[in-house]
T-cell receptor, first 113, second 111 residues
Framework: QQQVKQSPQSLIVQKGGISIINCAYENTAFDYFPWYQQFPGKGPALLIAIRPDVSEKKEGRFTISFNKSAKQFSLHIMDSQPGDSATYFC????????????FGKGTKLSVKP | DVKVTQSSRYLVKRTGEKVFLECVQDMDHENMFWYRQDPGLGLRLIYFSYDVKMKEKGDIPEGYSVSREKKERFSLILESASTNQTSMYLC??????????FGSGTRLTVV
């Protein structure tokens, strides 16, 4: 019940296309859902986050879509660029867990020129 | 910007050595975490700490210990390094905002 399941494991997208990464969870007590971006040789960095009181959050070309009833959330990268090539992790945490994030296993995105 | 600094980017140690990985954060965060990252396995939590001198086991604590004597510093200790501990080690910290800030990682090779 503590797991966050992420798919796909890897993704290849052409430049200009839309990249979509999906995550699913079971624990309805989760109330914070961030996405992290990790470039090779670097630590993950917070990209965008959402709370379950909204269904969508957009920051530039990055959008989180949240479906509370389905217990799913996804990251959409519009107009994908080669510079977006990285590993993306979804995560979830619940209030009272002192912020412990449960991470998905990651998606390696390659954007081809 | 919050900074989480890991003392070494690359380390090569011999089997059986005691290894210390150091992590320092500069934003007065209460929470600090140690993860290891391996291909296909994602981020696995080793230990975490909510306060000075406090520590909690994560998902894979075997073969590791930690120390938090000061709020800004969280050390990971490999008591007797083994080849299966070759990995990327990531330190992170978080405060009230719940987002994590990660360090750049230490790539440890045990030979």
């Amino acid at each position: 019940q503590q797991q966050v399941k992420q798919s796909p494991q890897s993704l290849i997208v052409q430049k200009g296309g839309i990249s979509i990464i999906n995550c699913a969870y079971e624990n309805t007590a989760f109330d914070y859902f961030p996405w992290y971006q990790q470039f090779p040789g670097k630590g993950p960095a917070l990209l965008i986050a959402i709370r379950p009181d909204v269904s969508e959050k957009k920051e530039g070309r990055f959008t989180i879509s949240f479906n509370k009833s389905a217990k799913q959330f996804s990251l959409h990268i519009m107009d994908s660029q080669p510079g977006d090539s990285a590993t993306y992790f979804c995560a979830a945490s619940m209030r009272g867990s002192q912020g412990n994030l449960i991470f998905g296993k990651g998606t390696k995105l390659s954007v081809k020129p | 910007d919050v900074k989480v600094t890991q003392s070494s980017r690359y380390l090569v140690k011999r089997t059986g050595e005691k290894v210390f990985l150091e992590c320092v954060q500069d934003m007065d965060h209460e929470n600090m975490f140690w993860y290891r990252q391996d291909p296909g396995l994602g981020l696995r939590l080793i230990y975490f700490s909510y306060d000075v001198k406090m520590k909690e086991k994560g998902d894979i604590p075997e073969g590791y210990s930690v120390s938090r004597e000061k709020k800004e510093r969280f050390s990971l200790i490999l008591e007797s390094a083994s080849t299966n501990q070759t990995s990327m080690y990531l330190c992170a910290s978080s405060g009230q905002g719940r987002g994590y800030t990660f360090g750049s990682g230490t790539r440890l090779t045990v030979v």
